[in-house]
T-cell receptor, first 115, second 111 residues
Framework: NAGVMQNPRHLVRRRGQEARLRCSPMKGHSHVYWYRQLPEEGLKFMVYLQKENIIDESGMPKERFSAEFPKEGPSILRIQQVVRGDSAAYFC?????????????FGPGTRLTVL | KQEVTQIPAALSVPEGENLVLNCSFTDSAIYNLQWFRQDPGKGLTSLLLIQSSQREQTSGRLNASLDKSSGRSTLYIAASQPGDSATYLCAPRGGNEKLTFGTGTRLTIIP
């Protein structure tokens, strides 16, 4: 039973490029969460999605960041026109149908470096 | 807005000792609280989930307690081992589904 999968594990982009981070939830999980961990800081919530719906994006920066979780395929976190301050570890988590009392299980993260 | 504090920020203990990590949170309206460990450069491993209606949860050498009304949780590690060295994070979860993380306690077990 594979856990939460994220790819790529490491991503290097130059300023102004786009970054696409992918997350495949655990089998049977339909709730996906993205968190960001800036250097020397704690993890911060970004966005919560269910299939084809954004439920809560209160932690997403207002510009350049978007997320989706299509009916088929992985969830995607997209960062347009990356800047050095976007360098961080981005973690995806998933939980099952009855999410209220379920654990969130985390993937290994994507470490984004912006040159 | 939920705020989470973990004390101490760093802790070093000799192998074999029992230890307690502390977590406090400002908003007691939580559904559950998870404890994680994070190894350097790695992802998060869920250790324990304690529901808001529970007082304690145990897994092996780990025991988590929760006092929701006072906004506190502790993680007790018995008979510590060098492999326990990691950063430990607590994260209460509110009705909006999202976890709020503390900055963690960096634990070092000295062989």
């Amino acid at each position: 039973n594979a856990g939460v999968m994220q790819n790529p594990r490491h991503l290097v982009r130059r300023r102004g490029q786009e970054a696409r981070l992918r997350c495949s939830p655990m089998k049977g999980h339909s709730h996906v969460y993205w968190y960001r961990q800036l250097p020397e800081e704690g993890l911060k919530f970004m966005v919560y999605l269910q299939k084809e719906n954004i439920i809560d994006e209160s932690g997403m920066p207002k510009e350049r960041f978007s997320a989706e979780f299509p009916k088929e395929g992985p969830s995607i976190l997209r960062i347009q026109q990356v800047v050095r301050g976007d360098s961080a570890a981005y973690f995806c988590a998933s939980s099952g149908l009855a999410s209220t009392y379920n654990e969130q299980f985390f993937g290994p993260g994507t470490r984004l470096t912006v040159l | 807005k939920q705020e989470v504090t973990q004390i101490p920020a760093a802790l070093s203990v000799p192998e074999g000792e029992n230890l307690v990590l502390n977590c406090s949170f400002t908003d007691s309206a939580i559904y559950n609280l998870q404890w994680f460990r994070q190894d350097p450069g790695k992802g998060l491993t869920s250790l324990l989930l304690i529901q808001s209606s529970q007082r304690e949860q145990t897994s092996g050498r780990l025991n988590a307690s929760l006092d929701k009304s006072s906004g506190r949780s502790t993680l007790y590690i018995a008979a510590s081992q060098p492999g326990d060295s990691a950063t430990y994070l607590c994260a209460p979860r509110g009705g909006n589904e999202k976890l709020t993380f503390g900055t963690g306690t960096r634990l070092t077990i000295i062989p």
